[in-house]
């Protein structure tokens, strides 16, 4: 019975596993609202052009 309150009690793989769920939220995520993502990207990169020619 003490082996299993010894394994019940080792928390060594925790971080691992938060890691991983993380992550696996996060691309979940970016699959999504990938869309609204990139728009927002070309968006952006549109706008640094515009103003960077405005400078030249």
Excluded: C, H, P
């Excluded at 003490?2 to 793989?13: A, E, H, L, P, Y």
């Excluded at 769920?21 to 070309?42: C, D, H, P, R, S």
Aim: hydrophobic share 50%.
């Amino acid at each position: 019975m003490k082996k299993f309150t010894g394994i019940k009690n080792d928390n060594r793989g925790v971080g691992v596993i938060e890691v991983i769920l993380i992550l696996v939220v996060l691309i979940a995520l970016a699959l999504i609202f990938q869309e609204q993502i990139t728009g927002l990207a070309e968006n952006i990169w549109n706008s640094i052009s515009r103003d960077a020619r405005k400078i030249y």
